[in-house]
């Protein structure tokens, strides 16, 4: 059974860092693609970073380039979305989720999603 669960939000202040976690399971990577998503109060969910297991590229939005780093655990299981210079328009609640189609990470519809995990930047 594919499961996906994030774990690490909380609240931090403006300029801070957080560090989320995916854990995923129940499938094998080759083709697997895990996908960081937001959804702010009022606002429509949007995607923050992916990455591809098959060719190991990482997509970023604009907005967060440079401030949020995607990457894995030596298992590849767990991925992790590093977040720094956080802005109080990073506070949302943070969703992973997982696809298995061949196609670019940050074109796919995703099929699997965890719970989410709420992050809030605020002083």
């Known amino acids: 059974q594919v499961q996906v669960v994030e774990s690490g939000g909380g609240l931090v202040q403006p300029g801070g860092s957080l560090r989320l976690s995916c854990a995923a399971s129940g499938f094998t990577l080759d083709y697997a693609s895990i996908g960081w998503f937001r959804q702010a109060p009022g606002k429509e969910r949007e995607q923050v970073s992916c990455?591809?297991?098959?060719?190991?590229?990482?997509w970023y939005r604009d907005s967060v380039k440079g401030r949020f780093t995607t990457s894995t655990d030596d298992s590849k299981l767990t991925v992790f979305l590093q977040m720094t210079s956080l802005t109080p328009e990073d506070t949302a609640v943070y969703y992973c989720?997982?696809?298995?189609?061949?196609?670019?990470?940050?074109?796919?519809?995703?099929?699997?999603w965890g719970q989410g995990t709420h992050v809030t930047v605020s002083s």
């Open positions: 990455i591809s297991y098959s060719d190991g590229k990482i």
């Open positions: 989720a997982a696809d298995f189609s061949p196609i670019p990470c940050y074109n796919l519809a995703y099929d699997y």
